[in-house]
């Protein structure tokens, strides 16, 4: 089982953004996909997180209104399109997945993608 990030990249505050997540070895419709992310010098957060089988999302407060968590089944990719981004969302962006059907917390998470740098410019 391996997740695979792309995009991300150098964007100037205020920009947009889009991640994608390639599950391979399981079919979005059975599990969650998370993304997290990891700023210099600071712990690994939860930014959002989508049930692949009724699309239910989640959202940190930090991003709520900013970021969206969609999926494509017929890609069997997750999206992350971030908007209105600040100099605070510099980070390294993980796709993660616990392997089954719940949205839950960092150590609940089993499968990991190896990030994506996404970095704001002021």
């Known amino acids: 089982v391996h997740l695979v990030e792309s995009g991300g990249g150098v964007v100037q505050s205020g920009g947009s953004v889009r991640l994608s997540c390639s599950p391979s070895g399981f079919s979005l419709g059975t599990i969650a996909v998370a993304w997290f992310r990891q700023a210099p010098g600071k712990e690994r957060e939860a930014v959002s997180c989508?049930?692949?089988?009724?699309?239910?999302?989640y959202y940190s407060d930090s991003v709520k209104g900013r970021f969206s968590i969609s999926m494509d089944s017929a890609n069997n990719t997750v999206y992350l399109q971030m908007h209105s981004l600040k100099p605070e969302d510099t980070a390294i962006y993980y796709c993660?997945?616990?392997?089954?059907?719940?949205?839950?917390?960092?150590?609940?998470?089993?499968?990991w993608g190896k990030g994506a740098l996404v970095i704001v410019s002021s």
């Open positions: 993660a997945s616990p392997g089954n059907g719940y949205c839950s917390g960092l150590g609940s998470m089993v499968y």
């Open positions: 989508i049930v692949t089988s009724d699309h239910t999302t």
